[in-house]
């Protein structure tokens, strides 16, 4: 009896001291490449003394890594950017519903997937780029995405290709507004107006505007953050230091936006930490750190971007168009950009 009772002992004792194991960590499947993320990861285990643990890949090799685990995957959270993204994974089966009355009180209703199931961490403006050396602001005096169709930049408009994730949640924000057929259309004039076949990141469309290449880019704001910084070399701070940003559609529905964004996954073994990780990160504190660090623009209201993008404006018209819509009309974006000839 007491060599039973001595092994019960150590039984429980094992089990408190794996559950304690278990409750000090919590693992992010990111397909985040950004350095400043590491220092969040720091920050969080200072201040929590959770361990986080971190497997970074692209967002598909992520998703087959959950697939091959199944509900014996480690993965608490799954970091990535881009709504249509985070519609992929929720598509798949792979997410859960986040229990969070703070989180729910922060992120307002058009950030947040279905079921609450993901939420944007930060915020990104795809906007138009112009060097006011070539293009005056009075040209685009009340400029709309939908203009970008006009005859009148045609041969002037730089910007990146359809299989670009970013573009296709563009183009599925305005299939949400104006449905397939007039998008199509849209599309269409737009790729009439290309000053090149579409080529290179964001940051090129922004350095053909800032050599006269092109009149206008359409890109993400937060690059031209990065490149003010000088982190991305001399020629793309020069570069920088011509355009500016004007931002579309603010005489109705407000500038496109997208975001970072988050979610819990299925099988999560560490599900109250990763609740724990989302509220750290939308905490005034830490979404400070982020726009300083990521050029992102913050969730939280009372937090301001960081200089080199308030420069351009401090505030402006967001467009309200729920963010799950990029995911849900993503596949009709990319058959239509198929038909109009964007490559």
């Known amino acids: 009896m007491h060599k039973l009772l001595k092994l019960t002992s150590q039984l429980i004792l094992l089990t408190l001291l794996m559950s304690t194991s278990i409750a000090s960590e919590v693992n992010i499947y990111t397909s985040r490449h950004y350095d400043s ?56 089966g792979y997410f859960k519903s986040i229990n969070s009355k703070k989180i729910n009180e922060i992120v307002p209703n058009n950030l947040r997937g279905p079921n609450d199931e993901w939420i944007a961490i930060a915020k990104r403006a795809r906007v138009v780029f112009y060097n006011p050396d070539n293009t005056s602001i009075e040209e685009l005096s009340n400029l709309s995405y939908e203009d970008l169709a006009d005859p009148r930049w045609n041969g002037g408009i730089a910007i990146r290709s359809s299989n670009n994730m970013y573009n296709q949640s563009l183009v599925a924000s305005l299939i949400t507004n104006h449905g397939i057929e007039l998008t199509e259309k849209w599309a269409k ?43 991305a070399g001399n020629d793309q701070l020069e570069a920088a230091k011509k355009v500016k940003i004007y931002f579309p559609n603010q005489d109705n529905r407000g500038a496109h936006i997208n975001i970072s964004g988050a979610g819990i996954l299925k099988y999560a073994p560490n599900s109250h930490n990763a609740i724990k990780f989302l509220e750290f990160l939308l905490s005034e504190r830490v979404q400070r750190y982020m726009v300083n660090l990521s050029f992102e623009y913050p969730v939280l209201e009372n937090i301001e971007p960081h200089p080199s993008i308030a420069q351009f404006g401090l505030t402006f018209k967001e467009d309200q168009t729920s963010v799950a819509d990029y995911g849900k009309y993503n596949l009709n974006a990319v058959q239509l950009m198929d038909r109009a000839g964007w490559q």
């Open 37 to 92: 993320d590491e220092a969040l990861y720091a920050e969080f285990t200072k201040t929590t003394g959770i361990q986080v643990n971190v497997i970074s890949g692209s967002g598909n090799a992520l998703m087959e890594r959950l697939k091959a685990e199944g509900d014996t995957s480690p993965a608490d959270i799954f970091f990535t950017v881009d709504a249509g993204n985070l519609w992929r994974v929720q598509k798949e």
């Open 189 to 231: 004039g737009l790729v009439a107006n290309f000053i090149r076949k579409p080529q290179g990141n964001d940051r090129a469309q922004i350095i053909a505007v800032a050599n006269g290449e092109a009149k206008l880019a359409v890109a993400n704001s937060y690059y031209v953050g990065i490149m003010l910084s000088g982190s």
